[in-house]
Structures are given as structure tokens and as C-alpha cells.
Nanobody, 121 residues
Framework: QVQLVESGGGLVQAGGSLRLACTAS????????MNWFRQAPGKEREFVAA??????????YYSDSLKGRFTISRDNAKNTLYLQMNSLRPEDTAVYYC????????????WGQGTQVTVSS
């Protein structure tokens, strides 16, 4: 059974930092394109960042609006995906989800349950 479990969310003041983690079981994250998404209240889920699998190194991709503040990374030994978030803003408040996608697939194969991030002004 595949599980993606996010952690690290919480309440932080504007300008602060958080590091989210997504620990996987039942799959090897380096075999997948691993992604972070977020969904703010009343808004659609949006792409945050992605990191490619072991076959292409650790290519990373970011939403243009977040590039420079957020960093995605992967620890293969721990089978864990991370999202380092710096200079947080109130508009970053959302539920953050990790998702795994097999190379070549259109749809995302697995999703976590999400972790809440709240940034106070």
C-alpha cells in the first residue's frame, strides 16, 4: 500500500520559514517525479514545485511566482521529499500536498493528505 505523509506545517509569522516533509512508503520516490501542490481556501489547487527522478539527476521545477523563496529537495536514503519555504507571506497560507507521478504518465498517481501552513501578518 502506497502512502505519502506530509508533515512540518504549522503557524508562522510573515517572513519566517518552514520545512515541509513528505515521507513515502510503498514506493521509491526516486522512481517518480515528486511534486508539491498547494490549495488556499476558495482557490484551486496550484503547482508549487517538482523534482525529477533518479534517471535525470535532480532537475527541479518551480512555479514562477515562488521561485527563489521555495526549494524542493529529495533524500533518497530516507525516501522523503522536502519543501523549504523561506520569506513566507500571508498569501502562502494553504494546505500543502505532495504528489507522485510516474514518468510519462499524465495523471498524478499518488497524493498525500496535506499539511496546513498558516502565515500570519
Amino acid at each position: 500500500q502506497v502512502q505519502l505523509v506530509e508533515s512540518g506545517g504549522g503557524l508562522v509569522q510573515a517572513g519566517g520559514s518552514l520545512r515541509l516533509a513528505c515521507t513515502a512508503s510503498g514506493l521509491i520516490i526516486s522512481d517518480y517525479v515528486m511534486n508539491w501542490f498547494r490549495q488556499a481556501p476558495g482557490k484551486e489547487r496550484e503547482f508549487v514545485a517538482a523534482i525529477s527522478g533518479i534517471w535525470s539527476g535532480r532537475d527541479t521545477y518551480y512555479s514562477d511566482s515562488l521561485k527563489g523563496r521555495f526549494t524542493i529537495s529529495r533524500d533518497n536514503a530516507k525516501n522523503t521529499l522536502y519543501l523549504q519555504m523561506n520569506s513566507l507571506r500571508p498569501e502562502d497560507t494553504a494546505v500543502y500536498y505532495c504528489a507522485a507521478k510516474r514518468p510519462g504518465d499524465i495523471n498524478y498517481n499518488y497524493w498525500g493528505q496535506g499539511t496546513q501552513v498558516t502565515v500570519s501578518s
